[in-house]
């Protein structure tokens, strides 16, 4: 059975800094496609950032240069480093998990990590 845990998330105030981890169980992050997700009161859930299995990464438009998604194997471990957070950060941040290669189809996801950010 795969579990996905989110930790790391909290409150800070603009331009400041969270780092968000995912561990996981039955799952193995070197064979998979990692992503994270966000979901804001009101609005649909985007996309945030994948890394690949070969460590290909990819980012949305809005969080390039903010935001960087790195992975440890040894640890089967997902992070997402957020900097320079800004208001319209805030969301309910999930990880997720993708058999094989990137493909856009996340089957397994955590339960989520508030990220709010105060002006």
């Known amino acids: 059975q795969v579990q996905l845990v989110e930790s790391g998330g909290g409150a800070v105030q603009a331009g400041g800094s969270l780092r968000l981890s995912c561990a996981a169980s039955?799952?193995?992050?070197?064979?998979?496609?990692m992503g994270w997700f966000r979901q804001a009161p009101g609005k649909e859930r985007e996309g945030v950032a994948s890394?690949?299995?070969?460590?290909?990464?990819s980012y949305a438009e809005s969080v390039k240069g903010r935001f960087t998604i790195s992975k440890d194997n040894a640890k089967n471990t997902l992070y997402l480093q957020l900097n320079s957070l800004k208001p319209e950060d805030t969301a309910m941040y999930y990880c997720?998990?993708?058999?094989?290669?990137?493909?856009?189809?996340?089957?397994?996801w955590g339960q989520g990590t508030q990220v709010t950010v105060s002006s």
């Open positions: 997720a998990a993708e058999s094989g290669y990137c493909h856009g189809v996340f089957g397994y």
């Open positions: 039955g799952f193995t992050y070197s064979r998979n496609c």
């Open positions: 890394i690949d299995r070969d460590g290909t990464t």
